[in-house]
Nanobody
Framework: QVHLVESGGGLVQPGGSLRLSCAAS????????MAWYRQAPGKQRELVAR???????NYADSVKGRFTISRDIAKKTAYLQMNSLESEDTAVYYC?????????WGQGTQVTVSS
């Protein structure tokens, strides 16, 4: 079983930055990908960024150039650096991990961008 815990959310002004962390625990091989999703009120959950087993990254068009996903394999942790935040980035951000066994979700962390 894999357990994910997100942290780093909070309230930030437009133009500000936040760094989210997702720490994984449990039995993990080195072959897994991680991703960040977000869900705003009244909207569907959407993919924000992902990083695969080999470190290849992909981003939603809305965050390209502003967000960066990274991972520390030794620490079993993924990060999402969010810069130039906009009010439209307000959402609950969820961490996802996928491996050969299945997929796992974190509990989510709230990000609010407001002046």
């Amino acid at each position: 079983q894999v357990h994910l815990v997100e942290s780093g959310g909070g309230l930030v002004q437009p133009g500000g930055s936040l760094r989210l962390s997702c720490a994984a625990s449990g039995s993990l091989s080195r072959l897994y990908g991680m991703a960040w999703y977000r869900q705003a009120p009244g909207k569907q959950r959407e993919l924000v960024a992902r990083i695969d087993t080999f470190g290849t990254t992909n981003y939603a068009d809305s965050v390209k150039g502003r967000f960066t996903i990274s991972r520390d394999i030794a620490k079993k942790t993924a990060y999402l650096q969010m810069n130039s935040l906009e009010s439209e980035d307000t959402a609950v951000y969820y961490c996802f991990l996928g491996n050969e066994v299945g997929g796992y979700w974190g509990q989510g962390t709230q990000v609010t961008v407001s002046s």
